[in-house]
C-alpha cells in the first residue's frame, strides 16, 4: 500500500526558495508518475509538476518550469520539488500524489495523496 507524505513547506519572504519532498517510506515508486499539486483558500487544486516512472520526463504548469523543478530519488524513493523566486501567489498548502506510470494534469487521475505541507511567502 501506497503511503506519501509531504514534507518541506515554510514561511518565506517573497524571492526565497524551499525544497519540498515527497516520502514513500520505503514503498518502491518505480511504478508511479509523481505530481505536485497545489490549494489555495478559496481555489481549486491546481498541478504544479509531475515526473513520470522512469524519471525522463518532466512537465510543469504555465511557465513554472523557470522557477521549479522535479526530480527523483530512486535509492531513497523520494521525490522532490526544489522553488525558487517564490512570490505571494505560491502561498499554499502543496501535495505530492502518485498515479501509475503517466503524468496528468487531472488530480481525478491519481491514486495516492500525501496530507499536504504549507508553503506561506509573505514579507
Known amino acids: 500500500q501506497l503511503q506519501l507524505v509531504e514534507s518541506g513547506g515554510d514561511l518565506v519572504q517573497p524571492g526565497g526558495s524551499l525544497r519540498l519532498s515527497c516520502d514513500s517510506s520505503?514503498?518502491?515508486?518505480?511504478?508511479?508518475?509523481i505530481g505536485w499539486f497545489r490549494q489555495a483558500p478559496g481555489k481549486e487544486r491546481e498541478g504544479v509538476a509531475c515526473?513520470?516512472?522512469?524519471?525522463?520526463?518532466?512537465y510543469y504548469a504555465g511557465s513554472d518550469g523557470g522557477r521549479f523543478t522535479i526530480s527523483r530519488d530512486t535509492a531513497k524513493n523520494m521525490v522532490y520539488l526544489q522553488m525558487s523566486s517564490l512570490r505571494p501567489e505560491d502561498t499554499a498548502v502543496y501535495y505530492c500524489a502518485a498515479q501509475a506510470y503517466f503524468c496528468s494534469g487531472h488530480a481525478f487521475r491519481y491514486e495516492a495523496w500525501g496530507q499536504g505541507t504549507q508553503v506561506t511567502v509573505s514579507s
Open positions: 520505503g514503498f518502491p515508486l518505480n511504478y508511479y508518475a
Open positions: 515526473i513520470t516512472s522512469q524519471g525522463g520526463s518532466a
